[in-house]
């Protein structure tokens, strides 16, 4: 099942044009942005520290998904070249992140933070390629739980040193 929804989502990334995938890849950087102007109003604890730093890997994985879609001159083809832009955007945007958090009241900076960025954006194109080389329903399986497993590390690390 997973190895389908995997499928069906590199499909539906697949038929949206690029001009539609780059406007949708800004529109996440805008929400990214507009997340990071405040500070966050959440319970406190550890667990919740812990879910908000992990929030990132999603995040900046879906914003690595769209611009290498936005990049990909050839829907379906999932290029090393695409994939590694779709990851240099959202490790960038990442880096600009951090640094727009550091001027904001209440909000912080971290290393750790941007770690969880990059760990998520990595786990993302990997899974596309995954996806577009129509991987086996193990393979598929290894790749998403490696992922969690990651961006769980690097939210981890975040929220104990971060």
Not at 6 to 32: F, N
Not at 87 to 102: N, R, Y
Not at 109 to 127: C, K, M, N, Q, R
């Amino acid at each position: 099942m997973l190895q389908r929804v995997l499928a069906a989502a590199a499909r539906a990334l697949d038929a949206l044009p690029r001009a539609a995938a780059a406007v949708a890849a800004v529109a996440w950087m805008s929400l990214i942005w507009r997340l990071s102007s405040g500070p966050i109003a959440l319970p406190s604890g550890w667990a919740w520290e812990l879910a908000t730093n992990f929030a990132h890997g999603p995040f900046f994985g879906v914003l690595a998904v769209l611009a290498a879609r936005a990049a990909d001159a050839r829907p379906g083809a999932a290029s090393g070249r695409s994939l590694g832009l779709g990851f240099a955007v959202a490790l960038a945007w990442g880096v600009t992140d951090e640094w727009h958090q550091s001027r904001v009241p209440g909000r912080t900076t971290s290393l750790f933070d941007l770690l969880t960025d990059a760990t998520g954006a990595a786990a993302a194109v990997a899974l596309l390629a995954l996806a577009h080389r129509r991987a086996s329903a193990a393979a598929a399986a290894r790749g998403v739980a490696l992922g969690v497993a990651a961006v769980l590390v690097s939210a981890a690390l975040a929220t104990a040193f971060g």
